[in-house]
């Protein structure tokens, strides 16, 4: 990577660094200081479900967090986002929080407090995150390690500067994609719902122009700080789209997930790499 190039995503990462939760008074608050608004925990496919959080910006584009249940009924959360005390009793309620994936040094905001509250969580990340997950929590192992006990595939993006994997689950119906940065799914109406700058949002990240069905895609920003390559990944999301005949869900980290012609829509996010 080119020095400028390097310099110019370190302060993109850090502008990101930058959101903190509220200060606690005491450690008892600690989680409460963590906790914005949010919706309720809803079903994705069996085993499978997510939440949408509010940041404490309201121009910032709201955030995802995943919530898969493994073969041992235990729970699996990507992307953690601190529930008020009536989401975590639905969240207890689906089964006991296992592993954490933090999956990039973005999205670590809550991890801390998910551990102090979980003393017996498993945090994970990808390798390339690792010394970054570190500076708010210890990592207890690798994502590409620990993931595939789990029959969880590990998909590393080509094209993208290392920094985090998508994520392939066995469904009892199909499989779903976990993705983070490098897609977003944008429409007005998640944005209307969500935050309520929605489309000073989309001009932000420069994906204004939308059909019908939102943006699928990568953004301007993360075509500046995230894409080495087009061609290479272009090919690596159409390969995707071509091998996983089940797919039934794709999550982003911030977005609508998608639950209908999952394979032709990551075609669409690729061909917008055109």
């Known amino acids: 990577m080119k020095q400028e190039e390097k310099g110019d995503s370190e302060l993109f990462y850090a502008f990101f660094s930058l959101i903190k939760p509220r200060k606690s008074t005491s450690s008892k608050d600690e989680w409460q200081s963590h906790v914005l608004p949010h919706s309720a925990i809803a079903e994705l496919a069996p085993n499978l479900w997510h939440v949408t959080g509010i940041l404490p910006s309201s121009t910032m584009v709201p955030r995802e967090m995943v919530v898969y249940k493994l073969p041992d009924s235990s729970l699996l959360i990507h992307s953690a986002i601190a529930l008020n005390e009536v989401g975590m009793s639905q969240l207890e309620s689906l089964g006991v929080p296992k592993i954490l994936i933090v999956p990039n ?10 551990k102090q509250r979980y003393p017996q969580l498993t945090i994970i ?24 006990k789990y029959d969880i595939i590990c998909h590393e993006p080509a094209g993208i500067r290392p920094q985090e994997l998508v994520y392939e689950l066995p469904l009892p119906t199909g499989k779903a994609l976990i993705f983070t940065d490098i897609l977003f799914n944008l429409n007005k109406l998640y944005l209307q719902q969500n935050s309520p700058k929605g489309q000073f949002t989309f001009q ?3 994906a204004s ?10 953004t301007f920003l ?26 039934q869900v794709i999550s982003v980290a911030h977005g609508s997930p998608i639950i209908a012609d999952c394979n032709q829509r990551l075609r669409e996010a690729a061909a917008r790499l055109s």
Not at 105 to 114: E, K, M, N, S
Not at 127 to 134: G, S
């Open 204 to 206: 932000w990240l420069g």
């Open 209 to 218: 122009a939308i059909g019908a069905n939102g943006f699928f895609g990568m």
């Open 105 to 114: 040094r973005i999205h670590r905001l809550d991890a801390g407090v998910y």
């Open 222 to 247: 993360g075509r500046q700080f995230f894409l080495r390559d087009r061609h290479a990944y272009r090919q690596w999301l159409e390969t995707l789209a071509d091998s996983i005949h089940d797919l």
């Open 125 to 148: 990340c990808p390798a390339a995150a690792k010394p970054y997950v570190e500076e708010v929590v210890a990592v207890d192992g690798i994502a590409e390690e620990v993931l595939p």
